[in-house]
């Protein structure tokens, strides 16, 4: 397995939590698609869910080169099934286009958060 492209990004939580505050669920359709949605707001602190899969996000576009088109669908954070042990990346439309020319096979991906701080690290491997 060859590393062809790494990304971190971090996403404070009350900034998660302010930008749903004041934009409601515009902002939440906007950047999160409806599984990413689901499954933050069923957990006891959605905000910081929604800031780690931000963060994901960034942090898988990151990886990828940080090319122009990708759209905040493109990427999407798959929780772990049962068994594993961390989260997938699923990639659409330009992410999948970039990942696919660039040899990309995968990007693993993960996520944490303490202290009002969400991270992500991503990994793009051939």
């Not at 062809?4 to 906007?30: K, N, S, T, W, Y």
């Not at 905040?72 to 990639?91: M, T």
Request: positive net charge.
């Amino acid at each position: 397995m060859s590393v062809l492209g790494v990304g971190l990004d971090i996403c404070p939580v009350e900034r998660m939590r302010q930008a749903v505050a004041r934009h409601g669920d515009r902002f939440l359709q906007r950047i999160f698609t409806d599984d990413e949605r689901a499954y933050a707001l069923a957990r006891g602190n959605p905000e910081e869910s929604l800031a780690a899969r931000f963060a994901a996000k960034e942090a898988a576009s990151k990886a990828l080169g940080a090319p122009k088109g990708i759209g905040w669908h493109d990427v999407e954070v798959v929780p772990a099934r049962p068994g594993e042990r961390e989260p997938r990346l699923v990639l659409r439309g330009r992410a999948a286009e970039v990942a696919d020319a660039r040899g990309i096979r995968a990007i693993l991906v993960s996520l944490t958060h303490a202290d009002g701080v969400a991270a992500a690290v991503a990994v793009a491997v051939m």
